[in-house]
């Protein structure tokens, strides 16, 4: 059963995902039951992007109006990881293991939206002043940050093939 998942997770990874209903989907398709939450509402949504002064990309809004985030991560062999509910959320400079790591100087406005397993590491959107643009990097206290996706969507595609893009650097 567990390989139907994978499959089907990847059937959907590889076409153009064009709405957040379809990430929920392949996002459900590789995670336990369960994991997938409720969508956010568009007062969520607002209040997320005014309390942190940035524009979310449409990629992530759809995401989010979809679900808003998972309980728990995909599995394994999809990545691992778990996308955070809004409420969740919060910059680098404010997570006690990164905020005085010097290697993360550029990053401290940066939001944690997403860690891997049970927080072995971080991912942390670099929202653009130019509305709807986001960089994803992944942070874990230990190597400086890795560029691992320069959309939402590739980073949900790398997730959901469990794409060496998304783990650390074997030499730092």
Do not use: C
């Not at 409420?87 to 010097?102: G, I, K, M, T």
Request: glycine share 6%; no cysteine; charged share 25%.
């Amino acid at each position: 059963m567990r390989g139907a998942r994978r499959i089907k997770a990847y059937s959907l990874a590889r076409q153009a995902m064009n709405s957040g209903e379809e990430f929920a989907e392949a996002l459900r398709a590789a995670s336990p039951a369960g994991a997938i939450r409720p969508p956010a509402s568009e007062k969520m949504i607002s209040q997320a992007e005014q309390r942190y002064g940035v524009r979310l990309p449409k990629d992530m809004t759809w995401f989010y109006r979809a679900t808003n985030g998972m309980n728990w991560p995909t599995h394994r062999d999809n990545g691992w990881i778990r996308i955070w509910n809004l409420e969740s959320w919060h910059r680098v400079r404010d997570a006690p293991s990164l905020n005085n790591e010097p290697i993360y100087h550029q990053l401290q406005d940066a939001l944690l939206f997403a860690d891997h397993g049970d927080s072995s590491w971080f991912y942390a959107g670099e929202f653009s002043p130019e509305p709807g643009d986001v960089r994803i990097h992944l942070v874990d206290g230990l190597r400086p940050a890795k560029l691992v996706a320069r959309s939402f969507t590739s980073f949900v595609n790398a997730t959901l093939t469990d794409a060496a893009d998304i783990y650390p650097n074997e030499a730092g």
